[in-house]
Nanobody
Framework: VQLQASGGGLVQAGGSLRLSCAASGSIFSIKAMGWYRQAPGKQRDLVAVITSGGSTTYADSVKGRFTISRDRARNTMYLQMDSLKPEDTAVYYC???????????WGEGTQVTVSS
């Protein structure tokens, strides 16, 4: 599975961005897809996850502001980010978990910068 993230950029606080993650390869093997982020000097943290069944989970810090979705026809996952805050500034990575429970795929990150 290959993942390609896009959509990052510079936005003012209160603004919106939509990230995309295009998946290719053995798509049928994916159990769940998610977004993680890593700010400078910090660990990589979970932002949101969507399972193959459509269930979603969000980090408390983004609940009510971010929405994860998936377009199966386009093999693409999205992260709609509204009401952005400076603390949302980070490199965002898309991720996919294999049904075998052992294999994890990562895409290259996309930078999101929120100015105050």
């Amino acid at each position: 599975v290959q993942l390609q993230a896009s959509g990052g950029g510079l936005v003012q606080a209160g603004g919106s961005l939509r990230l995309s993650c295009a998946a290719s390869g053995s798509i049928f093997s994916i159990k769940a897809m998610g977004w993680y982020r890593q700010a400078p000097g910090k660990q990589r943290d979970l932002v949101a996850v969507i399972t193959s069944g459509g269930s979603t989970t969000y980090a408390d810090s983004v609940k009510g502001r971010f929405t994860i979705s998936r377009d199966r026809a386009r093999n693409t996952m999205y992260l709609q980010m509204d009401s952005l805050k400076p603390e949302d500034t980070a490199v965002y990575y898309c991720n996919a978990d294999h049904f075998n429970g052992r294999t994890v795929y990562w895409g290259e990150g996309t930078q999101v910068t929120v100015s105050s």
